[in-house]
């Protein structure tokens, strides 16, 4: 009897323990402990995180000077824009402080439109860019292509034009493509590649540059934006703007002066745009162009160092 007893206790510790073994195989696993909350980003920073398809021109080109003279683009870069898919549009006024003439050293104070209006990230149109098309075929890269308006020169800008003759301004093509490879907020980073070149007017040729921009969120819907870059003409451009013909010479105080396309001026430019009250922004462009080679030798050029400088306010419907 005692035997029988011990047997059963035997079996029923055996079967206590493969029950035991298979309920702990069958048991589910404890869950992983959570990762940790990733902190959130800094005030305006989160727009820095647009996608690459919402990619356009950054606005700091305006530090070129044709661009500079035509007004003032108010729309913010796309990487603080956020993800827009409709119309915006925004209008206002502004002064701009510029050369009297590329070259001089004699300033001028004039009225300027400040005016944006896009559609998405695929269409713009203002007074500093012009009108045109843009499109983000690949991540990172965003090609555009438009219209603009190239202002001439008058001998009336300044005295020591007069027997240059006038140079009527016209409508001029543009191509540009910019590239922001870099993931997350680095998008600030871009490198933007463009060249104009004239369709009619006295102002014949190209004129191509190269920058690198970079911009910041400053408070709530602002950002400040810096570039530098280079800008190359070609010959007839380099003409126009700083050669003197045989014709001109014997009717103004040059000489005889023929330039050759090439490094034209190096440039450097900012740019902030902030909310003031309510719809209103405030905008400032200053920038800044320093004549190389040819340009910086000609005898029509009595400054070397040109600044242009202009602010505004516009209001965002």
Known sequence: MGGRISRIATCAAMAAMLCGGAWAQQAPQPPAPPAPPVPPPAPGMERMNSSAAAQSQIITRTNRSARAERGLN?????????????????????????????????????????????????????????????????????????????????????????????????????AEIEFRPLPGILQALSLNLGIESAIDGDIDGYEAGADLGVAIPIGAGGYAAFTGGVLVASEERMQDLFGVTPAQSAASIFPVYTPDGGLRAATFGVTAFRPVMGNWNALVSAGYERLLNDAEDSPITVDVDQYRLAAGLVYEF
């Open 74 to 174: 108010a729309s913010r870069p796309p990487e603080l824009r956020g993800d827009n898919e409709g119309w915006t549009f925004m209008a206002g006024a502004g002064v701009l402080i510029r050369p009297a003439f590329v070259g001089s050293d004699v300033y001028k104070v004039s009225p300027i439109p400040a005016a944006s209006l896009t559609y998405s990230d695929l269409f713009f149109a203002d007074p500093a860019r012009g009108i045109g098309l843009s499109h983000s075929f690949v991540p990172g890269t965003t090609v555009s292509a438009g219209l603009d308006y190239n202002f001439g020169r008058k001998e009336k800008d300044d005295s020591r034009l007069i027997g240059l003759g006038d140079l009527d301004g016209g409508p001029a093509g543009f």
